[in-house]
């Protein structure tokens, strides 16, 4: 198994562009999830997903957008970046609600906007 | 006021020391904690969860205080592998499926 897999790892982008960030996971996991990771803030969750079809706002969703059309994929769009969207990012899932199983995070993606 | 803290640090200890982390959280529906280890340009790792009766691995003990809504991480015999940041994290459910995450304490063990 490969895990939880993020693309790209690093990423430059100009303020007003859009992206997608990737998140692929193969282990048939329910729960996945979106953090923002930022010196002296900590992880902070942006969205997050219970099953295919289902997904909720954590605790910084504004600015970003997803969609879970398979178990396997959670892409984040950025759709008007913006330079206080410079951040790694992680994506993260679970076999089950994080309460009940190890939550497994990818290797993260950073990204800088100009 | 965030969800889940706990002291940023740095703790620099020398190798062999005893060293302990508290975080406290405000959500008293939260229904279950764990600490994370993350290593620098790393993702985070789950270290160990946090049982209520409290819970040992190693030379690793968590401890959760319900009552006072804190937990808190115990490592004894620090080794300079051990040097990382430690992330606690608060689980809260009815409806709201979220992990949330204190902001970290970053450990450096010294020879």
């Known amino acids: 198994n490969a895990g939880v897999t993020q693309t790209p790892k690093f990423q430059v982008l100009k303020t007003g562009q859009s992206m997608t960030l990737q998140c692929a996971q193969d282990?048939?996991?329910?729960?996945m999830s979106w953090y923002r990771q930022d010196p002296g803030m900590g992880l902070r969750l942006i969205h997050y997903s219970v099953g295919a079809g289902i997904t909720d706002q954590g605790e910084v969703p504004n600015g970003y957008n997803v969609s879970r059309s398979t178990t396997e994929d959670f892409p984040l769009r950025l759709l008007s970046a913006a330079p206080s969207q410079t951040s790694v990012y992680f994506c993260?899932?679970?076999?089950?609600?994080?309460?009940?199983?190890?939550?497994?995070f990818g290797p993260g993606t950073r990204l800088l906007v100009l | 006021r965030k969800e889940v803290e706990q002291d940023p640090g740095p703790f620099n200890v020398p190798e062999g020391a005893t060293v302990a982390f508290n975080c406290t959280y405000s959500n008293s529906a939260s229904q279950s904690f764990f600490w994370y280890r993350q290593d620098c340009r790393k993702e985070p790792k789950l270290l160990m969860s946090?049982?209520?009766s409290g819970n040992e691995d190693g030379r690793f003990t968590a401890q959760l205080n319900r009552a006072s809504q804190y937990i808190s991480l115990l490592i004894r015999d620090s080794k300079l592998s051990d040097s990382a940041t430690y992330l606690c994290a608060a689980f809260s459910g009815a409806g709201s499926y979220q992990l949330t995450f204190g902001k970290g304490t970053k450990l450096s063990v010294i020879p």
């Open positions: 946090v049982y209520s």
């Open positions: 282990m048939n996991h329910e729960y």
């Open positions: 993260a899932s679970s076999s089950r609600l994080p309460a009940q199983e190890t939550q497994y």
